[in-house]
């Protein structure tokens, strides 16, 4: 292994093996009839999505002289650019959409288009918070900033006094933030947290300012000098994109991980966990229980997490038939499985903010 790579945590061997043996067994069953239909329908979807916000864009430009109809298409977009993250880019990263690995890695690609580098997203995403949910130091999708602390154990300063608070000013700056800090600090800070576990190849430094200055091209120069279209009407339908996306997003993304519910284990010393992998996944993931047309097709079943945290190369079309399985399951075998209404869930994110404001002992570092 590499110097610079760092010893990994590791889990308690139990029962998991047996346990997901018989899971995985289960689950084939209950979507083995479906299984050549459903993927079909979420590859048309796929090409769908992309296909209608590139003409979404490329329609904005032509219809600039109304301001009010060129901003309200720039808040469609940031609609569209969540879900196509969920319905696309999370799944391709998981190789869920296309039987071809180099299909799933040409989709992928959207992401760098949409200003998100894809490569050491993927990264974070799989090897990073798959593993280690909710492990301080390990869950990149929870990377301490200094503005905020959602890990009860760590260190407090003035500013978490009112993160309760200011968290309604900085979570609209999530994507912002994610375009123009989060990729480079990731490929530059010495010690950002992805390079515990990976070596960044030089080519993806190429990638990451090629992609970046294409869409600086494509966002800001072809508007602004091709379509002569004002700066600041440029600048403000980008912001009403980015705002739109940032609080669709997070009203998302939080919920399964970030909340009261859910446990946030610290790291022992010899980084020996106390629970098995599976255990681990259970306390530190929560379901929404909502089932409905909008989280089906819309949010790509990504309220059926603890499914998806347990067989990650799942089709999310198949997340909900997995899910009563695991439920089912973990009645069965006295295995925790928490689910909650949506209000309910961002209420347990509001409340786990709260109280770590007022207990003195960031939030989402893709936030800030």
Do not use: C
């Not at 309200?72 to 880019?89: A, E, K, T, W």
């Not at 309760?164 to 530059?188: A, C, E, G, S």
């Not at 800001?220 to 009403?240: C, D, K, N, R, T």
């Amino acid at each position: 292994m590499d110097k610079k790579l760092q010893e990994k945590p590791k889990f308690r061997r139990s029962q998991d093996i047996n346990h997901l043996r018989r899971l995985s067994k289960r689950i084939h069953d209950e979507i083995k009839p479906d299984h050549p239909k459903g993927l079909f329908w979420i590859q048309i979807k796929s090409v769908t999505l992309i296909l209608l916000y590139i003409s979404l864009f490329a329609f904005a430009q032509t219809v600039a002289n109304n301001t009010a109809l060129y901003l309200f298409i720039f808040f469609v977009l940031g609609l569209l650019m969540v879900f196509i993250f969920l319905n696309i880019i999370h799944e391709v990263s998981h190789d869920n959409i296309f039987k071809s690995k180099k299909l799933n890695r040409l989709f992928l690609y959207f992401f760098d288009i949409l200003g998100v580098n894809s490569y050491i997203w993927k990264l974070r995403h799989r090897i990073m918070h798959h593993n280690y949910p909710n492990i301080n130091g390990w869950d990149t999708d929870i990377e301490q900033s200094p503005l905020f602390k959602i890990y009860p154990d760590a260190p407090h300063s003035k500013p978490h006094d009112y993160q309760h608070i200011l968290m309604f000013l900085l979570y609209p700056t999530y994507v912002f933030n994610w375009l123009i800090v989060r990729d480079f600090k990731d490929f530059f800070k010495t010690d950002s947290m992805i390079k515990k576990a990976v070596i960044i190849p030089k080519i993806e430094y190429f990638k990451l300012f090629s992609f970046k200055f294409f869409y600086l091209f494509y966002m800001f120069i072809i508007p602004v000098f091709v379509f002569s279209i004002p700066f600041s009407q440029v600048f403000l339908g980008f912001f009403i994109l980015t705002l739109t996306a940032s609080i669709f997003s997070l009203i998302i993304l939080l919920p399964p991980h970030a909340n009261i519910d859910n446990e946030f284990p610290e790291l022992p010393s010899d980084l020996n966990m106390p629970s098995s992998w599976l255990e681990h996944q259970l306390k530190t993931t929560s379901d929404i229980n909502t089932n409905n047309w909008i989280t089906r097709n819309l949010m790509a079943n990504f309220n059926f997490h603890v499914a998806h945290h347990i067989v990650p190369n799942l089709s999310n079309i198949y997340l909900g038939k997995a899910t009563k399985v695991i439920k089912d399951y973990a009645k069965e075998n006295n295995l925790p499985y928490k689910s909650h209404s949506m209000w309910k869930a961002l209420n347990n994110h509001y409340q786990l903010v709260k109280r770590n404001a007022l207990t003195k002992t960031a939030i989402l570092e893709e936030t800030f």
